[in-house]
């Protein structure tokens, strides 16, 4: 059974600092874009940052450039999103997701695994 497990997900104060993890098991994604998307109450799943196979090629909507960094450690089968300089508006839930490509993808529908989520609230 493939599973995605978000971790390091909380509540923080803004201008603070998470960082997520993504621990893939069931089988390896060494292969395969990963990516970190985000939902916010009333609002749709949006692509945050995304990773090629091999960390070569990274993705960023525009709102987190500068401040989150997308990750992988392919020997431990874990992606990662440092996230600086939080703000209220980062406050939703955090999904990890991996595609079949090696290259990065840029829609929903193009991810196949997902995980669970995990929430982040920031305070002002």
């Known amino acids: 059974q493939v599973q995605l497990v978000e971790s390091g997900g909380g509540l923080v104060q803004a201008g603070g600092s998470l960082r997520l993890s993504c621990t893939a098991s069931?089988?390896?994604?060494?292969?395969?874009?990963m990516a970190w998307f985000r939902q916010a109450p009333g609002k749709e799943r949006e692509l945050v940052a995304a990773?090629?196979?091999?960390?070569?090629?990274?993705y960023y909507t525009d709102s987190v450039k500068g401040r989150f960094t997308i990750s992988r450690d392919n020997a431990k089968n874990t992606v990662y999103l440092q996230m600086n300089s939080l703000k209220r508006e980062d406050t939703a839930i955090y999904y990890c997701?991996?595609?079949?490509?090696?290259?990065?993808?840029?829609?929903?529908?193009?991810?196949?695994?997902w995980g669970q989520g995990t929430q982040v609230t920031v305070s002002s």
């Open positions: 997701a991996a595609t079949y490509n090696a290259a990065i993808v840029t829609t929903v529908d193009g991810y196949i695994y």
């Open positions: 069931g089988r390896t994604f060494n292969s395969n874009a």
């Open positions: 990773i090629s196979w091999n960390g070569g090629t990274t």
